[in-house]
């Protein structure tokens, strides 16, 4: 197979100058622009991605201790080409930028200008461009951190050979620090006494609130005890007296589930390792089972359900009789990222991000952020879970529209708090607004507007009116606001955006799929078992593909595109393994350390005669 031949080095790549990095403005870099012709001398890394991905930001950690070992040779450059409209508010940009420890020159490409000049097709991708300014390798999805690490070194010694790696000053230049109480709020809880607890996202700690929102009676936590924690469950009684655990923290970058015990203060692990899952499966004890990117939590049928955002699944932590025999699995979702519903190990999300479950317990109501959606888990009739859609199309389209709805638009929301009277409020988080769905109607409305990226709310009786309110987790404002019920829901007709990428233009008839990967130097594709390699096709709408969706080994595809639909989504998801290899016979050893690359595109397709019969797509090309 052409996708298993060995790494060239980098004198017998094909050499394609870069393009120059045009955008709207820079940050992190004292506001001077930088063009390639000051990058010239030093390895670059161009890093295409947008903060509302929760595969970038994985992508932003791989790259953290490269950047680190390599700090006087390569210069990361990330290109934030966004999806939303609210990604391409330069203050929303900015505090992004700092919200995710981005410590490198960010080029704000709101119209997409240098991702077409890369020819980027997906969220996240890696450009790397040698110090003669040529392209060199281009990878797409998670996964790449030690393969770039190795192609970094190679480029190194070759440049530093021919005289051509001459680095010269860093273009990075902090911003000043910030100075808030709270930075970048999460997730929040009431707790019987009026207070609050608060997940300090950005501070990797969990705060206890007096009820004035601003006086902190505890923190917890801490850099290197949490990182960047983010939903909070309180503990049920039967929980709380098994475990002597009060909160349940969704830990989201350590990848694990914290227990927080408010007697002595002591955090403790209740389920994942430490390491993110690769692969889009799992189960079993709690301890030992890698997770991905824990974002909110609820008690639904006896157990704790997870929004597992990294893999876009629900998954459930079942307490066992001790702290340490818990044990873990998968609920609903594929891992395939998308709007799908039905059983509900059969359905598809889109970054699971906000849980609330109903008052009387039969319903897990979900904010799938990145499809703008308000979905939901239940039991049917024969007592099996399906998942609903009930606000929200699909991954590219989005606003701020009222009504019926299936007419209704959401803009990423990543919080669902269930009101008194069963109703639900939506944490509209990109659109700043607080959205209210009616059950019985099939009504959306809004509540309230002008928040900064409200994340979460909480309902709250006011003491003196005994009226209803809500404590709105304000994240990029860094607060806690309460927020009234209004008597009288406003309806926004606003307009419908859908995410401006450029479409492929395919050929009705047969298109020949085919997936680039060639593996890291000093790796092998690990065929010691079969075909290393996965590759899942589907389309949107489904009638778009005649033939060749499906799930199935190897990294090439048929295609039969249908000449009767004008336009879709072409959904591929593919994964590679590739292993350590033996740097004498190039044999892959029975215990080597293996490394699993995966991404997932969802690509606009246009349907023309005109259009090119072959789709190519890089995974790790070069």
Not at 35 to 59: E, K
Not at 159 to 171: E, I, M, R
Not at 333 to 358: C, H, I, K, M, Y
Not at 399 to 426: F, K, M, N, W, Y
Request: some cysteine; glycine content about 10%; overall charge negative.
């Amino acid at each position: 197979m052409a996708t298993q031949n060995a790494v060239p080095s980098a004198r017998a790549r094909a050499r394609v100058r870069a393009p120059e990095l045009v955008g709207r403005g820079w940050l992190n870099t004292g506001g001077r622009p930088i063009t390639l012709s000051d990058l010239r001398g030093r390895i670059t890394v161009l890093d295409f991605w947008t903060f509302c991905c929760v595969n970038c930001l994985h992508v932003l950690d791989e790259l953290r201790p490269v950047e680190q070992e390599f700090d006087g040779a390569l210069t990361i450059i990330g290109v934030h080409s966004p999806k939303f409209e609210h990604e391409a508010d330069p203050v929303a940009l900015a505090a992004a930028v700092e919200r995710y420890a981005v410590h490198h020159p960010v080029l704000d490409d709101p119209e997409l200008t240098t991702w077409r000049a890369y020819t980027a097709r997906a969220w996240p991708t890696l450009v790397v461009i040698d110090p003669e300014g040529f392209i060199v390798a281009s990878m797409s999805g998670e996964g790449h951190g030690p393969g770039l690490a190795a192609l970094v070194r190679e480029l190194i010694a070759e440049h530093t050979a021919k005289g051509t790696l001459q680095p010269g000053d860093d273009p990075y230049v902090p911003p000043a620090p910030a100075d808030t109480t709270l930075r970048f709020p999460g997730k929040a809880v009431a707790l019987p006494d009026g207070s609050f607890l608060v997940s300090d996202t950005a501070n990797h700690e969990v705060v206890h609130l007096e009820a004035d929102l601003e006086t902190e009676r505890a923190r917890w936590g801490g850099p290197g005890v949490l990182n960047e924690p983010q939903g909070l469950l309180l503990a049920p009684p039967a929980l709380r007296e098994r475990l002597d655990v009060d909160v349940v923290v969704a830990d989201s970058v350590k990848h694990q589930l914290k227990g927080i015990r408010f007697s002595d203060g002591t955090i403790h692990t209740l389920a994942g390792t430490g390491r993110q899952l690769r692969e889009r499966s799992g189960g079993g004890p709690a301890l030992a089972q890698p997770l991905s990117t824990p974002w909110d939590l609820a008690w639904f049928g006896d157990r704790v359900v997870v929004a597992m955002a990294g893999t876009h699944q629900l998954w459930a932590w079942t307490p066992g009789e001790t702290l340490e025999d818990g044990v873990v699995e998968v609920v609903a979702g594929t891992s395939n990222e998308g709007l799908v519903d039905g059983p509900s190990r059969q359905a598809w999300f889109a970054q699971p991000s906000g849980l609330a479950t109903t008052q009387a317990g039969d319903r897990l109501w979900i904010a799938d952020s990145e499809t703008s959606a308000l979905r939901s888990l239940r039991r049917n009739e024969t007592g099996d879970l399906v998942v609903e859609s009930h606000v929200g199309t699909g991954l590219f389209d989005f606003g701020h529209r009222d009504g019926p709805a299936d007419q209704a638009l959401l803009q990423h929301p990543l919080g669902v708090t269930e009101l008194p009277d069963g109703s639900v409020a939506i944490s509209d988080t990109y659109n700043g607004a607080i959205r209210r769905y009616d059950p019985p109607t099939g009504q959306v409305t809004t509540l309230a507007q002008g928040l900064a990226e409200p994340s979460d709310a909480v309902v709250e009786t006011d003491p003196e009116t005994g009226q209803t309110r809500l404590v709105v987790v304000e994240s990029a404002a860094h607060r806690l606001v309460r927020v009234p019920l209004p008597e009288d829901a406003q309806q926004v007709d606003g307009p419908a955006h859908r995410t401006q990428r450029p479409p492929t233009t395919l050929p009705p008839g047969t298109v020949e799929l085919e997936v680039s990967f060639v593996p890291p130097p000093g790796q092998k594709l690990d065929d010691r078992w079969g075909d290393p390699t996965m590759l899942d096709v589907s389309a949107s709408p489904p009638e778009l593909l005649a033939a060749g969706a499906g799930r199935a080994r190897g990294l090439r595809r048929t295609l039969e595109v249908v000449s009767g639909i004008p336009s879709g989504t072409l959904h591929v998801s593919v994964q590679a393994a590739a292993c350590d290899g033996d740097p004498e016979t190039g044999e892959v050893p029975e215990h080597a350390a293996c490394h699993l690359f995966q991404q997932d595109w969802g690509i606009p397709v246009t349907v023309d005669p005109e259009g090119d019969s072959r789709l190519s797509l890089d995974l790790r090309g070069v």
